[in-house]
């Protein structure tokens, strides 16, 4: 009796241990399923934004005089990787550049800087679905703007000192020169690898026609971006060819000289398509731009549905004890004298999590609804964006390192300069606790949008299109226009916040010390537009072509329906 007691209360523990097994494994498979959709819908949006603006990125690299002011070439930086949603695009244009001997290194520095700042743009813009809730969408703000705000100052801080000292041109050229560094065939991408298996069968890119065009082929801005044929067969045989002098030869083992003439070998490469890709607009008659179109409003219903359910499901499942062994293991703090150390492991898991995955983007805008929810701190969400900071930059280098071997060592330089632009970063703006100050403006924006959400779509236009934007036309102008009229804008914001921190904003009148004035004209404006609307809305309902239109299609009463039967005659 006592064996067959212990052999039941056993399987009765088993079952009970398998059935919390079995739902923790669903709970975990539903999480990473909103999760996959959420990534998947960050790659089409990518891809519709390099649909309706990626020639016009491309096209804007070509003029090379434009991009050698550093002010200049930075901003374009950053507005070419805002239009096509991928700085990695923008640095394989910059290289692609570098390559073909349009511009150095020197010149193409100051655009990478600008890349860093515009791939920011990402996660504000996931912060944007939770403005239906002032307290989470306050805190998730705040989150997504640190990398933002990390990534401007940065950029303010370096570029002068890049300019005077050259110290990123100087340190990258000494590390390029001294190793000799084997070229790769080609850069692994696991992200990629995961999401072809949804966004391959929706659209698919042929991204070397971006790189053509800014390169300066006209060819290839009559090529459309979607591609049509994924297997193709390139034929190379030689071919004689007369030149006009030995000079002219492609090779001097390929040179002969016959009588008066010299002839030499020349490479045909013929290509043959063989099997069309089988995503949905793979035959399409539509212009790129209109697809872009297409896929913008989609991709978008998507990341706000898949995010949002993500985030949903997470905070449901994880209550209890559940979630609060995870906020003690993510947000964890060594004993002293190691305190310290918890902040940089946190940024070193960043950066692996970011290699994994090759997509800082991705990752931040997971970090901002993890500490609008209460997941994780602030200083934590802080490390781990800044280890994501530098994780991206593997994705440059790995490019680098599939570029060929002639152009390897100017690609490949560019690629640190990258990545010694996130280490310095971290340098200035981690270490010293007193000098994280991407975590204090970021609070003051988190609480100011909680309050005035209408403040956020303000930020993201000025301070990822007006600004750089304006900036980009006063470099471009003269010097004099720059340092007269740029300087008083660049300092703006600095006076703003002195003028906070020391409570002097009330001698000023109330429009500009507040933003409580503006609220109150932007609430009237939309209360205004709203009533606009519905009394349009009641007019047409009124409107005699509308009472026609409801009169012949009512249907007939019941009455007249019987006077019509009582008139018919009998059969």
Known sequence: DLSALSSSTWNDTMKKNMKVFFKTFLKVIHILTFLFFFICSLDILSSAFQLVAGKLAADIFFDGSILLNPIAASMVGLLVTVLVQSSSICTSIIVSRVSSSVLTVYSAIPMVMGANVGSAITNTLVALMYAGDREVFGRVFTGATIHDLFNWMTLIVLLPLELITDFLFQITESITTSFKIQADDDAPELLKILTGLITDFIIQLDKKVITEIAAGSEAAKNKSLIKIWCKTFSNVTLSNITVPSPENCTS????????????????????????????????????????????????????????????????????????????????????????????????????????????????????????????????????????????????????????????????????????????????????????????????????????????????????????????????????????????????????????????????????????????????????????????????????????????????????????????????
């Open 252 to 571: 001097s083992i390929r040179c002969w000289t016959e009588g008066n003439m010299t002839w030499t070998l020349r490479k045909i490469i013929f290509k043959q398509n063989i099997t069309k890709c089988t995503h949905i607009f793979v035959n399409t008659s539509l212009s790129d731009t209109v697809v872009g179109f297409i896929l913008l409003p989609v991709s978008l219903l998507i990341l706000g549905a898949s995010l949002l359910s993500f985030i949903r499901v997470l905070n449901h499942e994880l209550k209890g004890p559940v979630a609060a062994m995870i906020k003690k293991y993510i947000n964890i703090e060594f004993p002293y004298p190691f305190t310290w150390l918890a902040g940089y492991l946190a940024i070193l898991v960043g950066a692996v999590l970011t290699l994994i995955v090759q997509s800082s983007s991705v990752f931040t805008s997971i970090i901002a609804p993890l500490y609008g929810i209460g997941m994780i701190n602030l200083q934590r969400a802080y490390a781990l964006t800044l280890g994501s900071n530098i994780g991206t930059t593997s994705t440059a280098i790995l490019v680098a390192l599939a570029s060929p071997r002639n152009t390897l060592q100017d690609s490949l330089q560019i690629a640190l300069c990258h990545f010694f632009f996130n280490i310095v970063g971290v340098i200035l703006w981690y270490p010293i606790p007193f000098m994280r100050l991407p975590i204090h403006f970021a609070k003051k924006l988190g609480e100011t949008t909680a309050t005035y959400r209408w403040f956020s779509i303000v930020y993201l236009v000025i301070g990822f299109f007006l600004g750089p934007l304006m900036v980009f036309c006063f470099s471009i102008v003269s010097r004099t226009v720059l340092i007269y009229a740029g300087l008083p804008l660049f300092f703006l914001p600095f006076v703003i916040v002195y003028l906070h921190a020391f409570n002097i904003f009330h001698l000023f009148p109330l429009w500009m010390s507040s933003l409580k004035p503006w609220d109150d004209l932007i609430t009237s404006i939309m209360v205004r537009c709203q009533w606009c609307g519905q009394t349009i809305s009641q007019k047409c309902k009124n409107s005699k072509l509308n009472k026609f239109i409801s009169r012949r299609l009512r249907p007939q009463s019941n009455e007249t329906t019987d006077q019509i039967k009582t008139t018919d005659p009998e059969p």
